[in-house]
């Protein structure tokens, strides 16, 4: 019942929320437009863990429910793939993903299409210049109704939930169940806030995946996870979808958590056991705390769930998954980090 479901989000967001890990500099090759340094760079992307889900946007299935699918929903029937996109609506960089992904993906109509799902967090951007997302972000056009406009005939759900900030005497608290994780770096508590809101923007989305499937009565062949500020350099093929796969760079000691491939039966460990992981390891459950004391950053926490679920995959070249990380310049061009 809709009243269960909407208890148990409730019920979660008083729980934790989701962030988005740093970006690392090398990895990326060459772009037509220019370059940046990137080293400190992930202070605000999906900001909070604790959040509320914010608006709903409405499916654009009428008959949809208001709430995700059961997880043990199953179906003979597969075809098209999902792309998921989380982040921040005020940094999304829109031009490329659709002209080469999510346009190319449609236009292989005959392989079952593309849906777009996107789970993008309101509030201030940490950029000097707004992008069109941000834009029509600050028009009377509702969410679901800039969705499309960005992103085509593809969007086909969303949420654009509001961060909400944890304490630092709160997150002091909960870093002590991960004594490595980014010892390397002053501004641990920030960055806690933002890989939170990561795993919890990703879990949302597969929730809307797997919605959309209950309602179409068909499960999708695969799943493709780009963040908001992800730059599609060169257009992206059905030839590609034949495995689950990473980009082989900037794993450090892990999996490079920025943008992922994935089988269809690999897409709920990847997209929703990292925040489940991190619900029991601040719930207090002795494996997963015993487990997080030896994570040093959010790639060996992937790392750690693939392989505890037994998800083969491959690392692949920057040819093969050509998405690198992107920044808005002072004159309006996006850039590639460097």
Request: aromatic share 6%.
């Amino acid at each position: 019942p809709r009243s269960l479901a909407m208890a148990i989000v409730a019920a979660l967001s008083l729980c934790i929320g989701i962030a988005v890990p740093e970006s690392h500099p090398q990895c990326q090759g060459s772009h037509p437009q220019c370059h940046v340094d990137d080293h400190d760079d992930d202070s605000g992307e999906l900001s909070s863990f604790l959040m509320h889900l914010g608006k709903r946007a409405s499916p654009r299935d009428k008959m949809s429910l208001n709430f995700a699918a059961s997880p043990t929903a199953q179906h003979a029937e597969r075809r098209g793939v999902a792309v998921c996109i989380v982040g921040q609506e005020a940094r999304l960089e829109h031009l490329s993903k659709v002209e080469n992904v999510l346009k190319p993906l449609h236009d292989h109509s005959g392989h079952g299409g593309v849906s777009t799902f996107v789970v993008l967090q309101q509030g201030q951007a940490q950029f000097s210049n707004k992008p069109l997302a941000m834009l029509l972000q600050q028009s009377v056009m509702d969410f679901p109704r800039r969705m499309e406009a960005l992103l085509g005939p593809s969007y086909t759900d969303g949420l654009a939930p509001a961060p909400v900030n944890l304490t630092d005497e709160r997150i002091s608290t909960l870093l002590k169940s991960w004594p490595r994780l980014r010892t390397d770096r002053p501004n641990r508590k920030e960055r806690f806030r933002n890989y939170l809101n990561q795993f919890k923007n990703m879990h949302t989305c597969m929730d809307l995946v797997k919605a959309a499937e209950a309602r179409r009565g068909a499960s999708f062949e695969f799943v493709l996870k780009l963040r908001d500020d992800s730059i599609a350099l060169k257009p992206f093929s059905w030839s590609s979808l034949r495995s689950t796969k990473f980009k082989a760079c900037s794993g450090w000691g892990g999996v490079n958590d920025k943008v992922a491939v994935l089988l269809r039966e690999h897409a709920d460990t990847y997209m929703r056991q990292p925040y489940k992981f991190m619900l029991e390891v601040i719930a207090g459950n002795e494996e997963e705390v015993e487990d997080a004391r030896t994570v040093g950053n959010t790639e060996g926490l992937i790392s750690r769930v693939l392989h505890s679920h037994g998800v083969n995959y491959s690392l692949v070249d920057a040819d093969e998954i050509p998405w690198v990380d992107g920044r808005l310049q002072d004159d309006g061009r996006w850039c590639v980090v460097k």
